[in-house]
T-cell receptor, first 114, second 117 residues
C-alpha cells in the first residue's frame, strides 16, 4: 500500500561523492517535493516540481539539484556531498493545485556524509 | 514572509489525559489551509487533521481536534484520551493560496510528544 517510495532508507557517503536520492509515487500526482529535516529546524523545502521537467527552488537549494523526467519520479542530486548535508531527506507529493491537497510523504532517506 | 511557529519543542502527557500542542503562524492572506502532521519514530509522516481558513468551525477527527483562531493566527491541536501510539513528532504546516503563485507548504519546527504509561 506504499504510495511514495524513497529508494534508500539509509545511506553513508564520503565527502565529494555524487549522491542520488530517488523518489517514486504511484498516485499520478502533479506536484513533488524534496524536504530536508533537521532537529530544531523542522522541514525545509529544497526543491519542488509541479510538472515533468519543471522545477522551482525552495528555501535551501544550494548544493542540490533535481531531476523530473517522468511524472512519477523526482530525484534529488547532491553533486559533491559535504558533511553539512548529513540529514534526513523527505520526499512528498500532492495532486493538482487545490488548497486542500494533503502532502503524502515517503518514509525518508537518512544520509550521513563522512 | 509566512512563518509557522511551534513554541513547545517537547511535551509530555499521561496516558488517557488530554494535551494541547500550540502553533501560531503569520500571513497576510485570507484564504489558506492549515495542517497538523504526525511523524512517529522511524515511520512515515502522516496527516492528522486539516483546517480551511474560511471555515469558522473547528476541524475534528476522532480524538484529535483543533482550536482555530483566525484573527489571532493560532492553530492548536488537542489530543484527547492520549494513547501510547500518539507518541510522535507533530508538525504544524501552512499552505498559502495558489493565487500567491506558490505551492510551498511551510512547516513549524515540530513538537515532540511523549506519552507516559
Amino acid at each position: 500500500d506504499v504510495k511514495v517510495t524513497q529508494s534508500s532508507r539509509y545511506l553513508v557517503k564520503r565527502t565529494g561523492e555524487k549522491v542520488f536520492l530517488e523518489c517514486v509515487q504511484d498516485m499520478d500526482h502533479e506536484n513533488m517535493f524534496w524536504y530536508r529535516q533537521d532537529p530544531g529546524l523542522g522541514l525545509r523545502l529544497i526543491y519542488f516540481s509541479y510538472d515533468v521537467k519543471m522545477k522551482e527552488k525552495g528555501d535551501i537549494p544550494e548544493g542540490y539539484s533535481v531531476s523530473r523526467e517522468k511524472k512519477e519520479r523526482f530525484s534529488l542530486i547532491l553533486e559533491s556531498a559535504s558533511t553539512n548535508q548529513t540529514s534526513m531527506y523527505l520526499c512528498a507529493s500532492t495532486p493538482g493545485t487545490a488548497l486542500a491537497n494533503v502532502l503524502t510523504f515517503g518514509a525518508g532517506s537518512r544520509l550521513t556524509v563522512l | 514572509a509566512q512563518t509557522v511557529t511551534q513554541s513547545q519543542p517537547e511535551m509530555s502527557v499521561q496516558e488517557a489525559e488530554t494535551v494541547t500542542l500550540s502553533c501560531t503562524y503569520d500571513t497576510s492572506e485570507s484564504d489558506y489551509y492549515l495542517f497538523w502532521y504526525k511523524q512517529p519514530p522511524s515511520r512515515q509522516m502522516i496527516l492528522v487533521i486539516r483546517q480551511e481558513a474560511y471555515k469558522q468551525q473547528n476541524a475534528t477527527e476522532n480524538r484529535f481536534s483543533v482550536n482555530f483562531q483566525k484573527a489571532a493566527k493560532s492553530f492548536s491541536l488537542k489530543i484527547s484520551d492520549s494513547q501510547l501510539g500518539d507518541a510522535a513528532m507533530y508538525f504544524c504546516a501552512y499552505r498559502p493560496p495558489t493565487t500567491s503563485g506558490t505551492y510551498k507548504y511551510i512547516f513549524g519546527t515540530g513538537t515532540r510528544l511523549k506519552v507516559l504509561a
